[in-house]
DNA sequence: CCAGAGGTACGATGCAAGTCGTACCTGAGA
DNA sequence: TCTCAGGTACGACTTGCATCGTACCTCTGG
C-alpha cells in the first residue's frame, strides 16, 4: 500500500502507471535531468523551470510520484525530488536507460 | 516520412508515441502475445480475441502501427500483424523485455 | 454469384488528462 | 512580525482517448 505522500513500493509498481507517467515529454524531462544528476540528487520542483503553471507542476509531481520514478520529501520549506534509480532498475531494467538516451526534444 | 500504411521508419520511431501505445493494458497484451511467439509471427487483428468492439480493435492496432510498433500487410482478405523485434531492439534497446516480463493483468 | 467474415471509416459519447487561475498554507528571511 | 517564495487544493475548461454502432468495402468459400 502506498504510503501517506502516495508512494508506491518496489512491488506495487505497475508498468501501465509507469509509461503513462512517462508518456508526457514534461515528465520525461525530469526524469532526464534527474537522472543526468549525480545518484541522489535532490531538486525542488520549481527547479526545473517546467513551461506551466505552478498548479500543473504539482500535477505532474504527483504523477511522477504515484507511479513511483520518484519519491518526495518535505524539507523546510519545499519538497525534494530524488529519482528511485535503484527501485526503477530493480523493477524496469533498463527503462531508465531508454529515457535517459532519448535525446532533447 | 511514414508509407501509406503508416508504418515510421526505424528513424522516425520516437519515445512518446511509443510509451503512449504501451501505456493500454490491451495493446500491452498484443505486443507480449506476439513477442512470445517465434520471431515473424503474424496473426490477423481478430485472432486476439481483445474484449472489445471492432472498431476498437481497428483503433487499437493504428495506435500500435503508428508507432511502429507492429506491422501489418494486407494477406488476402485479412491484415496480418507481425512485431517489429529488430526494428524496436535498435532503436529502444530492452523495452520489449520490459513489456515481456510483465505478468498476465 | 452470394453470403459472410475480416477490417476500415465515420460520427457520437463519456471520461480522463493537461492546463490554468485563485485561494490558501507553511517555512525562510529581512 | 511580515512578507514572499515554494507547494498544494479546488474548481473549471478543453482536448484527447477509448469506446461503440453503423455503414461500407473486399476477399474467400460454398
Chains 1, 2 share one sequence.
Do not use: Y
Not at 60 to 87: K, P, Y
Amino acid at each position: 500500500m502506498p504510503d501517506d505522500e502516495g508512494h508506491p513500493t518496489v512491488e506495487e509498481m505497475r508498468l501501465g502507471p509507469v509509461l503513462a507517467a512517462l508518456a508526457d515529454p514534461l515528465r520525461r524531462r525530469v526524469v532526464r535531468e534527474l537522472a543526468a544528476a549525480p545518484d541522489g540528487t535532490a531538486r525542488t520542483c520549481s527547479s526545473f523551470a517546467l513551461p506551466v503553471s505552478k498548479a500543473t507542476v504539482t500535477h505532474h509531481f504527483r504523477a511522477l510520484r504515484e507511479a513511483g520514478l520518484i519519491q518526495q520529501v518535505a524539507r523546510g520549506n519545499s519538497r525534494m525530488a530524488t529519482l528511485r534509480r535503484a527501485d526503477l532498475e530493480q523493477r524496469f531494467p533498463g527503462l531508465l536507460g531508454i529515457v535517459t538516451a532519448e535525446p532533447e526534444e
